[in-house]
């Protein structure tokens, strides 16, 4: 592979998986950009940019002797941290919307709409399975769509019942008692409550206050009750 990327990228998927003996040999090839194939003596010298991608904390496995520091520290030159799903809410409509598109690309019709109460639906659930699930996600939609309308029944199981879990949630109090602090709420939605107090209710404010984006803040104010 690092023979085929020469003069171009080499994407190594899950890096984490390269067994320990071969970590040594991918080291020295992108280390010294040369290399003896298998079955020959003679070295061949590449140039080869190199694009590794993990879901594992890598230093955390390097600390526990399952990953080569030397090839951690050699990868690890610009790393670049994306965060999950339902951490940059704001980004689910463009990737909805880019999803769509390779949808139709294949095949699917290109006149499928998503309703108001779907696209809620679907900003609200937390993607533990990251894009892999929304790609799936959306697909099922597209499939379950009624009259080519993407309704909140066309939706998967999973993100059908976590609106379900989050509607009969007990809503959270938001008399001015519980703004200034009443037992009645706690934890991450006393915050919420404050920054909203703080801002004087406006949302943009108490985003930032909060230090997340405005649709980050609705999502979580619609999971504890407070919207």
């Known amino acids: 592979r690092v023979q085929a990327a020469n003069g171009v990228v080499l994407l190594l998927d899950e890096v984490w998986e390269i067994p320990l003996h071969l970590q040594a040999k991918l080291l020295r090839a992108i280390q010294d950009q040369k290399f003896e194939p298998v079955g020959s003596d ?15 904390d ?4 390097v600390n526990n002797k399952q990953f080569r520091a030397d090839l951690f520290y050699r990868l690890a030159v610009v790393p670049i941290n994306i965060p999950p799903l339902r951490e940059r809410v704001g980004d689910i409509p463009l990737l909805l919307k880019h999803f769509c598109s390779d949808l139709t690309a294949r095949g ?29 996600a959306v697909e099922h939609a597209y ?3 009624i009259d080519k309308s993407v309704l909140p029944e066309s939706l998967p199981q999973e993100v059908r019942h976590h609106a379900t879990d989050v509607v009969h949630m007990p809503p959270f109090s938001t008399s001015p008692v519980a703004r200034s602090g009443s ?13 909203l107090s703080q801002a004087g209710d406006n949302k ?24």
Do not use: F
């Open 183 to 195: 037992p009645e709420v706690d934890g991450p939605a006393q915050e919420i409550v404050e920054a």
């Open 42 to 56: 003679e070295t061949v010298e590449v140039d080869v940019r190199v694009i590794s991608a993990t879901n594992q």
């Open 143 to 145: 499939i379950c769509a």
């Open 108 to 136: 699917y019709p290109n006149d499928v709409v998503c309703t108001p109460d779907a696209m809620r639906m679907m900003m609200d659930y937390p993607w533990p399975g990251n894009v892999r699930e929304m790609i799936n």
């Open 204 to 227: 943009s404010h108490a985003a930032k206050l909060l230090g997340i984006d405005r649709t980050t803040l609705w999502r979580r104010m619609r999971k504890y009750g407070l919207a």
């Open 58 to 61: 890598l230093r955390a496995m």
